[in-house]
């Protein structure tokens, strides 16, 4: 299986600051014949389901604020926040889909300071 | 909009079979653009993709979770359901369903339900 490292496990970052999130796989998730990468962010808030930020490390789903973006290729990868606001506290997933069984980072956990 | 949302019993008694349905509105389990997943996080840990199954019935379930589970959907009903047996301990999460998005392979979740949390306990 594709082992997930997220770090750091918490963060907190004052509003209008930027956040970093790590992701590093154990293997690729760049293939090659296509020049993708395999990697999608979540975040999850309490009480929400929850929801697909980012697939193919850096391609934003529709309706998330520009505020977020992914960067990275092979193993390792990065969500930003670039000015952090209230409603982006919640933790924060990274999962392969290169390989089954598909896998997830342990996730980072973004809070205000 | 698409919606799925999560039914089950909440409590579950070890060695007892956990089962647990997805019903899907705003869009169609008969899809041939998607697979419906179930993917469940324990208490303060990761998540973890329990398998997906096609309308057709084709499945694919995580190695990890061995031969305890089985999936089926319904199209009649626009759901998709879970069942997962001899549960233990280690098996309380909260359980999610959702969309997965599949191209000739399994790809990320874009749509999911709100979680529904389960827990093994005599």
């Known amino acids: 299986d594709i082992v997930m490292t997220q770090s750091p496990e918490s963060l907190a970052v004052s509003l209008g600051e930027r956040a970093t999130i790590n992701c590093r796989s154990s293997q690729t998730v760049l293939y090659s014949a296509n020049n993708k990468n395999y990697l999608a962010w979540y975040q999850i808030k309490p009480g929400q389901p929850p929801k697909l930020l980012i697939s193919w490390a850096s391609t934003r789903e529709s309706g998330v604020p520009d505020r977020f973006s992914g960067s990275g290729s092979g193993t390792d990868f990065t969500l930003t926040i670039g000015s952090l606001q209230a409603e982006d506290v919640a933790v924060y997933f990274c999962q392969q889909y290169i390989g089954t069984p598909l896998t997830f980072g342990g996730g980072t956990k973004v809070e205000i300071k | 909009q698409l919606q799925l949302q999560e039914s089950g019993p909440g409590l579950v008694k070890p060695s007892e079979t956990l089962s647990l349905t997805c019903t899907v509105s705003?869009?169609?389990?008969?899809?041939?653009?998607?697979?419906w997943g179930w993917i469940r996080q324990p208490p303060g840990k990761g998540l973890e993709w329990i398998g997906s199954?096609?309308?057709?019935?084709?499945?694919y379930n995580n190695p990890s979770l061995k031969s305890r589970v089985t999936m089926s959907v319904d199209t009649s009903k626009n759901q998709f359901s879970l069942k997962l047996s001899s549960v233990i301990a280690t098996d309380t999460a909260v359980y999610y369903c959702?969309?997965?998005?599949?191209?000739?392979?399994?790809?990320?979740?874009?749509?999911w339900g709100q979680g529904t949390l389960l827990t093994v306990s005599s």
């Open positions: 705003g869009g169609s389990v008969s899809s041939r653009s998607f697979y």
């Open positions: 199954i096609y309308y057709s019935g084709s499945t």
């Open positions: 959702a969309r997965h998005v599949w191209s000739s392979n399994w790809y990320y979740f874009d749509f």
